[in-house]
Structure formats: C-alpha cells, structure tokens
C-alpha cells in the first residue's frame, strides 16, 4: 500500500495546454504540500494545505491551482503550460511531528 | 535553499565513512532532515533530529547538531555503493508550517 500516491508518473504535453496531477495519502495526515523540483534538483515548496485550507501560497503564477477535495486529496491543476514549468513536482504529507512523507514524483515534460 | 546550504558533491571509497555538511540560517528551526533521493525516484526520509538534541544515531547514520553555529552534518558508516544518491538536509519551522530543502550533496561512492 503506498502511503503518498501521485498519478500519472509521467506527463508530455504541448506548452498551452492545461494539465492536472493528483495526489493522494492514505495515512491520516491533517497537511499536505506540493514541491517543485527543478533540473538542477533544487526542492521548493509550492502549496500546504491543511484540513483541506490553503495554509501556504508561495510565489507560483495564479496559473498554478491547488485543489483539495478532502484531507487525503491534494491536486495540482496547472493553467497554459509553459516551457519552464517542465519539472518533477512531489506531493507529501506530514504527521504531527513533522516528518514529510513524499510521493513518487510526476516528472512534467513540456514541449 | 538560500536559508538551508550544503556542498554540491561527495566523493567516498567504499567502506569509508561519509560525512555530509548542511548549514541553515534560522535558529527557531524545530526539526532538523534527512532525505535521501536516488535516480528517478522520490525522497526518502532517512533520519531527523529535534532542535534541543546535538546527537542522534541510527545504525550506519549518526546526526550531530551544533546549533550555535546552527551546523547539521550526518555521517555514514561503512558507505556502500548503494549509498550513492543525492543527500538533502532539510529545517522545519512550525511558524510557517512548512520544510525548506538544501541544494542536495551529490554522494557518488567508488568501489
């Protein structure tokens, strides 16, 4: 059973498109996060939402959406892809310790 | 990270040990990471440590936590070829609700 899910693992899409990747975790946790991790494997957070609110909002365009159906849900809905939103972007949850539970990664190739 | 810095690379024989260096900047830090990443996969937690502890030892990885100089550095005994991944250390400040990431230290490990 994995405890962080994220599909699809993989997504080729043509710049302008619209695209949506979800995440899912099967262990209770109130918090979960969205990561962008670039070329050079630098991590930087995106979204935290906990119990379904927006708790952090960095600086991403408003073309990025996160949408957060229930607590186990956290999915990333991006708006006219472009070309440097090419990246692998990691879903996680975290337990009232703080400890990060991450997902597999969807490695997002624009073209 | 610019508030979480670690060396790019580390090179190590196998069977040496491995000592990989992080410092970060904000002393109201309350946990201390970390991750581990290799090719095309997610991060792994492999250890933390609570900010009012200096040591922590967990089989191969020992922890050591200077928050004066606010220096966290992980040691891996007896390195072995499957420990050649990208090494993250990571602060978790409860203000923000959120987990900043270090660059990542690139350990390659030579037979």
């Known amino acids: 059973d994995t405890a962080v899910s994220q599909t699809p693992k993989y997504l080729v899409t043509q710049m302008g498109n619209d695209k949506s990747i979800k995440c899912e975790q099967n262990?209770?946790?109130?918090?979960m996060y969205w990561y962008k991790q670039d070329s050079k494997k630098f991590l930087k957070i995106m979204f935290s939402y906990n119990n379904k609110e927006l708790i952090i909002n960095e600086t991403v365009p408003n073309r990025f959406s996160p949408k957060s159906p229930d607590k186990a849900h956290l999915n990333l809905h991006i708006n006219s892809l472009e070309l440097g939103d090419s990246a692998v972007y990691f879903c996680?949850?975290?337990?009232?310790?703080?400890?990060?539970?991450f997902g597999e990664g969807s490695r997002l190739t624009v073209l | 990270g610019e508030d979480v810095e670690q060396s790019l690379f580390l090179s190590v024989r196998e069977g040496d040990s491995s000592v990989i260096n992080c410092t970060y900047t904000?002393?109201?830090?309350?946990?201390l990471y970390w991750y581990k990443q290799e090719p095309g996969a997610g991060l792994q937690l492999l250890t933390y440590i609570f900010s009012n502890m200096d040591m922590k030892q967990d089989q191969r990885l020992t922890v050591l936590l200077n928050k004066k100089d606010k220096h966290l550095s992980l040691r891996i005994a007896d390195t072995q070829t499957g420990d050649s991944a990208i090494y993250f250390c990571?602060?978790?400040?409860?203000?923000?609700?959120?987990?900043?990431f270090g660059g990542g230290t690139r350990v390659l490990v030579k037979p």
């Open positions: 990571a602060e978790y400040k409860a203000a923000g609700n959120k987990l900043t």
């Open positions: 996680a949850s975290r337990t009232g310790d703080g400890e990060l539970f």
């Open positions: 904000d002393s109201s830090s309350t946990y």
């Open positions: 262990l209770g946790h109130d918090t």
